[in-house]
């Protein structure tokens, strides 16, 4: 990152390390719930600035494999969505506090969107023309498929990223500017696993059949539209949704076996999640889905 920035190392360090001032027992579903998973979003809140972030120059093997990947425009159009998805819900909500967190959840994922255009302005990668990106009919609907979209990407993101930091298919310099984001989307997800619980938990009993079948029917959702991804595009002919490093697994984690790289997932989204409150609920069914497939994969 760029040196004018006040303080990066102790940002970055406030960016993964979090511990709730009450140092009670936490009841999930309670208003001690919600300001703990609030405030945790507010408070690792990382305030650097696109425009400030240093674009390392790459040798020119390394520009190629960059400029090369196919998943630019996804990636831009990805985060735009995501956006204006999260800011539509912040809107409805009432409690002043989880419409902050979930307003600075939107201006993150707006500057993801603006990390990336400025990635691909400082390497010369073209882009196509983006769309509109109109808010949502139902809002709560994008915010939930959102979420339970980036817990699936996120969770391989973090074992790409690491396996083209450690293969050296991303430089050094380029990783460390990248960094914040990627940590970013950790904290995102630990937010909205919180969110899913306390919600839920809040709910009168007789609203939570309903809540589970729109839950069951954004995972098949989900689950189609990956499908759609891994053979190129969805049943629209559009690509969508797909984190920028999941997208091109294929090239990034060449280096790794199906095997190594769930290892590696795993390894990397609890060392991303461990510097948080302990009292966090944090994402299990890709870790659990990822430990179940390795019980059936030779070592």
């Known amino acids: 990152m760029s040196d004018t920035l ?17 140092q009670a027992r936490m009841r999930i579903g309670s208003e001690a719930h919600k300001q703990m998973y609030c ?3 507010l ?17 020119p093997d390394a520009l190629k494999r960059l400029t090369s990947l196919p998943i630019w425009d996804i990636a831009v159009q990805t985060e735009g969505r995501a956006s204006i998805r999260v800011a539509t819900y912040a809107a409805t909500l009432n409690d002043p506090l989880l419409r902050e967190a979930i307003e600075m959840d ?3 994922e707006a500057r993801h969107k603006h990390v990336l255009s400025r990635l691909v302005a400082a390497y010369g990668i073209e882009l196509a023309p983006e769309p509109e990106y109109p808010a949502p009919r139902d809002a709560e609907w994008a915010w939930m498929f959102t979420g339970y979209s980036e817990c699936i990407d996120s969770f391989f993101a973090f ?35 919180n969110w899913v619980a306390w919600y839920r938990r809040r709910m009168p009993w007789w609203r939570r ?17 990956r499908v759609g991804m891994a053979k190129g595009m969805d049943a629209d002919g559009v690509m969508h949704d797909s984190n920028f490093l999941a997208a091109n697994s294929a090239s990034i984690g060449a280096a790794l076996d199906a095997r190594q790289l769930l290892e590696l997932c795993l390894v990397e989204n609890d060392q991303r999640m461990s510097g948080y409150d302990g ?18 994969m030779k070592k």
């Open 6 to 22: 006040t303080d990066a190392a102790a940002e970055d360090y406030a960016l993964r390390n979090w511990t709730f001032r009450d």
């Open 43 to 59: 408070e690792t809140h990382n305030p650097y600035k696109p425009a400030v972030l240093d674009w390392p120059p790459l040798a």
């Open 209 to 225: 059949p309903w809540h589970s079948l729109r839950v069951a029917a954004i995972w098949v959702k989900l689950v189609w539209d």
């Open 279 to 296: 009292r966090l609920l944090r994402p299990t069914l890709m870790p659990w889905l990822a430990r179940l497939a390795l019980r059936f």
């Open 159 to 193: 074992g790409l990223f690491r396996s083209a930091q450690q293969s050296g298919y991303f430089p050094e310099s380029l990783v460390e500017t990248f960094e914040p984001v990627i940590q970013e989307e950790a904290r995102h997800i630990l937010f909205f696993i």
């Open 39 to 41: 405030r945790m979003l």
């Open 106 to 108: 939107a201006a993150e």
